[in-house]
T-cell receptor
Framework: DQQVKQNSPSLSVQEGRISILNCDYT??????FLWYKKYPAEGPTFLIS?????DKNEDGRFTVFLNKSAKHLSLHIVPSQPGDSAVYFC?????????????FGKGTLLTVNP | GAGVSQSPRYKVAKRGQDVALRCDPI?????LFWYQQALGQGPEFLTY????????KSGLPSDRFFAERPEGSVSTLKIQRTQQEDSAVYLC??????????????FGPGTRLTVT
């Protein structure tokens, strides 16, 4: 039973347009969410995060939205650039005694076409 | 750079061989994690250290897997009597310290293990 789900295995977007990557979770104990970006043959690179006490966090071209009641989060990239082409992983963490390990989704391959 | 490093980057083992994978975390990072990433999947938690103490090994798939961090810095993941299902990328990550408000973990490049 996957606790973090990324239902779109891939997404293709034109350069300059918006990319929207989605993520759903089932475990209500999760209260911190992260997005990682991964290029081939490299480890995941931290991109942006959000605490469950917020509904939006913005960093440059990247914005993460959290809808806690729907257990849904999304990553918006505006404007998309060809260098954004990578696999994006959504990850979640609990708090208190379990605030250390990350639970990941399967990832979404984003392709930004020039 | 001062990132997480892992060695070797690639390892081919014959079924039944033992392997040892090394992780050098970011200097000063208290927490260290190992994850296993199978093809087409996201990373899955294996084990967690705070300094030299292994606080959670619930993700280790069998007793053939063993991890240590004896001096609270470098860590080694050992797999005994490797099986084909052990083929995966093994990722190491570190995090600054407990009790902070942020949960970001910083990953190394991984070791790709292929068992033939």
């Amino acid at each position: 039973d996957q606790q973090v789900k990324q239902n779109s295995p891939s997404l293709s977007v034109q350069e300059g347009r918006i990319s929207i990557l989605n993520c759903d979770y089932t475990n209500s104990m999760f209260d911190y969410f992260l997005w990682y970006k991964k290029y081939p043959a490299e480890g995941p690179t931290f991109l942006i995060s959000i605490s469950s006490i917020k509904d939006k966090n913005e960093d440059g071209r990247f914005t993460v939205f959290l809808n806690k009641s729907a257990k849904h989060l999304s990553l918006h990239i505006v404007p998309s650039q060809p260098g954004d082409s990578a696999v994006y992983f959504c990850a979640a963490s609990g708090s208190g005694g379990s605030n250390y390990k990350l639970t990941f989704g399967k990832g979404t391959l984003l392709t930004v076409n020039p | 750079g001062a990132g997480v490093s892992q060695s070797p980057r690639y390892k081919v083992a014959k079924r039944g061989q033992d392997v040892a994978l090394r992780c050098d975390p970011i200097s000063g990072h208290v927490s260290l994690f190992w994850y296993q990433q199978a093809l087409g999947q996201g990373p899955e938690f294996l084990t967690y250290f705070q300094n030299e103490a292994q606080l959670d090994k619930s993700g280790l798939p069998s007793d053939r897997f063993f991890a240590e961090r004896p001096e609270g810095s470098v860590s080694t993941l050992k797999i005994q009597r490797t099986q084909q299902e052990d083929s995966a990328v093994y990722l190491c990550a570190s995090r600054h310290r407990t009790g902070t408000a942020s949960y970001e973990q910083y990953f190394g490049p991984g070791t790709r293990l292929t068992v033939t």
